[in-house]
């Protein structure tokens, strides 16, 4: 059974969390790159990481969607401390991501994701792109953490 799932920022290849890193670190097989993609929602800054809020007013969020295997979500549960049934930051959901540019094959993929539920939103400010890595350079660019 295949299992997708879509990353929207530290889980990216090459931040922070990389997927394929901790894959490594934990003696899983290195997840399999599908593709770029969007997911409905809006990005928020955090500081050092994004959240996603889902929205349904047109906005996307790009990302990136590889396929895994079921171990490999428990390792994304611990990421993002998302414990089933406990109040947290981030939450395990269900989405549609939209394939871009689209491969052979399906334009759409069903993937698991971590949105964040919006009540811990907190002060987070609004992110006005749909890259969390754009956004995190163009901080970088204009000198602001």
């Known amino acids: 059974m295949s299992i997708y799932v879509f990353v929207y920022g530290t889980l990216r290849a090459g931040e922070i969390n990389d997927l394929a890193q901790a ?43 590889y396929e895994v295997t079921p171990a490999f979500i428990a390792l994304m ?8 049934g406990q109040a947290g930051c981030f939450v395990r959901r269900e989405i549609v991501a939209r394939l871009d540019p689209t491969p052979p094959g399906p334009p759409e993929i069903r993937c698991q994701y971590y949105p964040i539920d919006p009540a811990w939103r907190g002060a987070a ?4 792109g749909e890259d969390w890595i754009a956004h995190r350079h163009g901080r970088a660019t204009r000198g602001t953490p």
Do not use: H, S
């Not at 899983?28 to 889902?54: K, N, Q, S």
């Not at 929205?55 to 990302?63: L, N, S």
């Not at 549960?77 to 089933?84: C, K, N």
């Not at 400010?125 to 006005?128: E, G, N, Y």
């Open 77 to 84: 549960d611990e990421i993002e401390e998302y414990v089933p």
């Open 23 to 65: 894959a490594a670190k934990q003696g899983l097989p290195a997840p399999r790159p599908v593709g770029t993609a969007t997911v409905p929602g809006m990005l928020v800054d955090f500081g050092d990481w994004p959240g996603l809020i889902p929205v349904a007013d047109g906005r996307r969020v790009r990302g990136e969607v």
């Open 125 to 128: 400010t609004d992110i006005a």
